[in-house]
């Protein structure tokens, strides 16, 4: 993705902050108490919005600069968590083909910090003006045929559109069971995408 977006870092267009993410330590993690994956997801959330959003206002000396979000599969719906939970910073999102209800991880229990941390619950029930175009954007680029119960599927955009938020769902058709999201021409695809905005 570095080499696909390459031309536009060089050109001053976009800068690139890439952060570790938790999924091994939180939903991923089944050895863990479903509570304590939970935990550990609204630990990284606060870890974003805490140090991640001031470290990058500070090496782009611009503060409250406009962040976009990006990641693919379990990155995805860190991407869509971020942008949902934080309309002050994170002002589009590229999520590619990702699962947007981690239900699944939690083995039937429920908390906040799962409900605040899983979009297509919290944003059911959001009310917020702030969370309205022209505030947010979400680009979804999925793959065609791909979609099915318990794994990637059109949530998100139905999720964002009950909510105003502006949300396009790109279908790629084209080599896309062979290719996927992270082969070459996702990849370029997605390049292309985000090359359009910036």
């Given at each position: 993705m570095i080499r696909t977006l390459s031309?536009?870092?060089?050109?001053?267009?976009?800068r690139i902050f890439c952060i570790n993410g938790v999924q091994s330590d939180s939903f991923a993690n089944k050895g863990a108490h479903p509570?304590?994956?939970s935990w550990m997801q609204a630990?990284?959330?606060a870890y974003v919005a805490n140090e991640v959003f001031p470290f990058i206002d500070s090496q782009c000396q611009t503060p409250g600069i406009g962040?976009?979000?990006?990641?693919?599969?379990?990155?995805?719906?860190?991407?869509?968590?971020?942008?949902?939970?934080?309309?002050d910073h994170v002002?589009?999102?590229?999520?590619?083909?990702?699962?947007?209800?981690?239900?699944?991880?939690?083995?039937g229990m429920y908390d906040d910090n799962f409900y605040f941390n899983n979009p297509v619950d919290y944003m059911a029930n959001q009310s917020d003006p702030v969370v309205s175009p022209p505030i947010r954007e979400l680009r979804h680029p999925a793959r065609d045929r791909l979609w099915s119960v318990g794994e990637q599927r059109p949530d998100l955009p139905n999720v964002g559109d009950s909510r105003g938020i502006a949300a396009l769902l790109i279908i790629w058709t084209t080599g896309a069971r062979r290719a996927g999201t992270n082969g070459p021409t996702g990849i370029t695809?997605?390049?292309?995408?985000i090359g359009a905005h910036y």
């Open positions: 031309p536009y870092i060089e050109q001053g267009r976009i509570f304590h994956r630990q990284y959330d962040i976009a979000t990006l990641g693919a599969s379990l990155g995805a719906y860190h991407a869509a968590n971020t942008l949902f939970k934080h309309p002002k589009r999102c590229y999520a590619l083909s990702g699962i947007y209800d981690m239900r699944d991880s939690m083995d695809r997605c390049g292309s995408t």
